[in-house]
Nanobody
Framework: QVQLVESGGGLVHTGGSLRLSCAAS????????ISWFRQVSGKEREGVSC????????YYKDSVKGRFTISRDNNKNAVFLQMNNLKPEDTGVYYC?????????????????????WGKGTRITVSS
């Protein structure tokens, strides 16, 4: 019954901002990082940002550092991705994902193959 639902996608101009939301339900039996991935036609899905459920540490793809900020609201079981100064290369379908974490080991929440659950995605188009 795990469900991840993304919202907040749309069309913006270069330099604009968007905030993505991921509403998660059913992730109560373990530790899960929540991650954002994106995919464009002809390319593999890439990790954009993620946040640990263990210590709240955020992680970012190099190309979005300083522009994107990930945060979580534990009471509402939601994760947000604030995206500022958007660029055309940020265009793509953005997916929310949840990956189980090990409290006693290294975790790689930007690796798509380690994710256990996926949302259906929301499209972001940044026009130039």
């Amino acid at each position: 019954q795990v469900q991840l639902v993304e919202s907040g996608g749309g069309l913006v101009h270069t330099g604009g901002s968007l905030r993505l939301s991921c509403a998660a339900s059913g992730l109560t039996s373990n530790y899960y990082a929540i991650s954002w991935f994106r995919q464009v036609s002809g390319k593999e899905r890439e990790g954009v940002s993620c946040i640990s459920s263990i210590d709240g540490s955020p992680y970012y793809k190099d190309s979005v550092k300083g522009r994107f900020t990930i945060s979580r609201d534990n009471n509402k079981n939601a994760v947000f991705l604030q995206m500022n100064n958007l660029k055309p290369e940020d265009t793509g379908v953005y997916y929310c994902a949840a990956g189980r974490e090990n409290p006693y080991g290294n975790n790689h929440c930007l690796a798509s193959f380690l994710m256990d659950y996926w949302g259906k995605g929301t499209r972001i188009t940044v026009s130039s």
